[in-house]
């Protein structure tokens, strides 16, 4: 199984970190063991000073593909859920000064929260990409959004990325985080909605 990341699919995420829009989609991968064990707590690595949160859709692969038109994509994800790009940002930064690749910063053990929930995508009869997600940090409201705002709809990403690796069923592809990232500290608790649906739970232990 492999995590698929998609980094800037929100505007007001790109400026917030000072990053440039890009006209196609950017994409990283977390291996399996970054996935943070179900009511494990997450422990900030000592080799870090600065991990941030980014609350991001999930969806998962149904089906192998590869080269996957957009208007086929579908076809490819059945649900939805929620989780956490935990992302130690001065690593990253460093390593983005040097274009060096992301994966101290990003793969760590126990940076993908992925919740055990997944939610049918036909729960929503308006569209799914009306689904409003939130993360709480200690009960405040501190990302909030809908996929209407992505950049490139979960279907271009879809078909993106299977030009270059075959998704194969069981993937999951994190879509990208709002504006709202923020740093973690020791006894936080952070929690994921989808609307009225509640996703996850985490608490943070420095
Ligand atoms: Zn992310």
């Known amino acids: 199984m492999k995590l698929i990341c998609i980094g800037r699919n929100y505007a007001d995420h790109v400026s917030e970190l000072g990053n440039v829009t890009l006209n196609e989609p950017l994409f990283f991968l977390k291996p399996d063991s970054a996935v943070l064990p179900h009511r494990h707590p997450f422990y900030i690595p000592p080799w870090t000073g600065e991990v941030h949160h980014e609350i991001e859709l999930l969806v998962r692969i149904t089906r192998n593909g590869k080269n996957i038109a957009p208007e086929f994509a579908h076809r490819y994800f059945d649900e939805l859920s929620l989780g956490i790009d935990f992302t130690a940002r001065d690593v990253q930064s460093a390593l983005k000064a040097k274009g060096h690749p992301w994966e101290k910063a990003k793969g760590f053990d126990g940076s993908a ?46 078909a993106y990325v299977s030009q270059y690796m075959t998704l194969k ?24 909605f989808l609307d009225e649906y509640s996703m996850f739970r985490v608490q943070i232990h420095g």
């Open 113 to 158: 929260v992925l919740s055990k929930k997944w939610i049918p995508k036909a729960t929503w009869k308006g569209g799914w990409e009306l689904a409003c997600f939130t993360l709480k940090k200690n009960g405040r409201v501190v990302q909030s959004a809908t996929a209407e705002s992505m950049i490139f709809h979960v279907h271009d990403l879809i």
């Open 169 to 192: 069923m069981g993937d999951v592809i994190f879509t990208g985080t709002p504006a709202g990232v923020g740093p973690v500290a020791d006894g936080d608790v952070l929690e994921g």
